[in-house]
């Protein structure tokens, strides 16, 4: 994969092809650079940059463990499974622009904005995500043993 034209940063192109719909690539990466700068404006005062923030995001947002369906005999269990670390990445970037689409703003740009600061101050929707997936995967630790 390609590193974006701005940062260099191939992330930020996996992220901007997660965002982007019917393959209008430019118009995704121009919602996801002034979600950038509106970061930076918003954040002057935190030492680190709005890649940076943005990174610290998206770690925020990655969900360690997660839980699948298995069918044992007539019941169905949820079992706790670690992630390998591309879905891990894939996770979190989808969850992130997920919950920014369903927050009210004016823009795309503002939406994704305020999830990257919320995500990095260890809230909003995709962090929530993250916790209840966590947390159904230590309520559901005894089914661990049915892994395949």
């Known amino acids: 994969m390609l ?9 930020v192109t996996r992220f901007v092809n997660d965002l982007m719909l019917d393959g209008k ?24 940059s709005a890649l940076d923030i943005f990174k610290k995001a998206l770690q ?8 699948k369906s298995r069918r044992v ?18 996770i979190s970037i989808k969850n992130m622009i997920l919950f920014a689409r369903k927050r009210s703003g004016r823009s795309m740009a503002d939406k994704l904005a305020a999830e990257f600061m919320a995500a990095f101050n260890e809230e909003g929707g995709a962090f929530k995500k993250k916790e209840d997936t966590h947390r159904m995967a230590e309520a559901n630790k005894a089914f661990s043993h049915f892994r395949f």
């Not at 995704?28 to 935190?46: P, Q």
């Not at 925020?60 to 839980?67: F, Y």
């Open 25 to 48: 690539k430019t118009t995704a990466y121009a919602v996801f650079y002034e979600a950038i700068e509106i970061v930076d404006a918003k954040m002057k005062d935190n030492e680190l």
């Open 3 to 11: 590193p974006d034209p701005k940062f260099n940063d191939t992330l």
């Open 73 to 90: 005999g007539g019941a169905t269990f949820q079992i706790p499974q670690e992630i390998r670390d591309s879905r891990k990445v894939s």
């Open 60 to 67: 925020n947002v990655t969900p360690q463990v997660e839980v």
